[in-house]
């Protein structure tokens, strides 16, 4: 049972409009508050997108989904998990990046990360652009990981425009070439949307990364692919990415690279359900993207994704105490 010190504040105690936002109502801590050794799993944003190569704004991602996480509850109806009640949570803030330098950015996120480590919470971060996933794994992986990534592309490819080896496009590409991921207990969900040349999922295919195509997620179904995926993963330690445009643009199209054709919303939370047994180290939702949601569905949706993948979080927590 989680202390009561970390419990969201309820609507019920104050109007979910009024209070300084915090992601979840959760209290918002730092690395020298004296509460910080207790925080089990905390939630951190990345406000960062200098790996945009096309249309920018995840930046501003973390600050929207803050103030809309007021609207979440504590209970998931679908699986009774409530993952305030059972573990320790807390908003950490969020991780200062260089807007001015990509490498400097890449080594304050990966320093922030390192001080997690150390302290033994789990993260769940909130992007930012998916380049922000690479210095979270730097952290994260003292051995070699597995990853179950939902999205629309690969984010294989080598480089771009004439070698650049850092965008939103590469950041898995560098992490199995640093070591950070195992390729072979890799598996990628929902790849989908007109290509460049190709040359990422020759990559894949060479070096043993499941890559499971939108048309093959929707013939064989959500539940025989997961138990795929948690097959591949198997019961080392293993992190989910999850890139709302994973979800098709009619449901989320505040991002900055859509792609037609992908799973509805209630699809988009199916697959983070059937994470439940998976030895899940950290997990992030990335490249939400505020300019192009006038609605804020996106924003909404994107938390929502949040909350489903805490209460995996959760759950792996508590099976490895």
């Not at 918002?28 to 200098?50: E, K, N, S, T, Y």
């Not at 979440?72 to 969020?94: E, H, K, Q, Y």
């Not at 070096?207 to 025989?224: A, M, T, Y």
């Not at 300019?291 to 949706?301: E, H, M, N, R, V």
Request: charge should be negative; charged fraction near 20%.
């Amino acid at each position: 049972m989680s202390d009561k010190f970390f419990h969201p504040v309820s609507g019920f105690d104050l109007p979910r409009f009024a209070g300084v936002p915090s992601f979840m109502r959760l209290p918002q801590l730092d690395f020298d508050h004296p509460r910080i050794a207790d925080v089990q799993m905390g939630l951190i944003g990345v406000p960062w997108d200098a790996g945009t190569t096309n249309r920018p704004g995840p930046r501003h991602g973390p600050r929207q989904m803050r103030d809309y996480s007021t609207m979440i509850r504590r209970i998931n109806p679908a699986t009774g998990i409530d993952p305030f009640a059972m573990v320790n949570c807390a908003d950490l803030g969020d991780v200062g990046p260089n807007p001015a330098d990509l490498q400097d950015s890449l080594a304050r996120i990966t320093a922030f990360y390192r001080e997690i480590v150390k302290t033994g919470i789990t993260p769940m971060s909130i992007g930012g652009d998916h380049l922000c996933s690479l210095p979270i794994l730097r952290a994260l992986a003292d051995t070699p990981l597995g990853m179950i990534h939902f999205d629309a592309h690969t984010d294989l490819f080598d480089s771009y425009f004439g070698g650049f080896k850092y965008t939103h496009g590469t950041p898995f590409r560098r992490a199995i070439e640093e070591g950070l991921l195992d390729p072979k207990r890799v598996v990628q969900i929902g790849i989908r949307g007109t290509m460049y040349d190709g040359e990422d999922m020759e990559f894949a295919r060479a070096n043993g990364v499941r890559i499971i195509q939108i048309e093959e997620l929707f013939e064989r179904g959500i539940k025989d692919v997961m138990a795929e995926a948690r097959s591949i993963v198997g019961s080392k330690p293993t992190y989910c990415s999850y890139d709302i445009d994973f979800i098709d643009p009619s449901f989320a199209p505040g991002t900055g690279t859509p792609e037609i054709g992908g799973p509805n919303s209630f699809q988009a939370q199916q697959v983070v359900r059937e994470l439940s047994g998976v030895n899940l180290i950290g997990a992030d939702l990335v490249e939400v993207s505020p300019p192009f949601d006038q609605s804020g569905g996106t924003a909404w949706l994107g938390i929502s994704i949040v909350f489903e993948l805490m209460c995996v979080l959760a759950q792996a927590i508590e099976a490895r105490k």
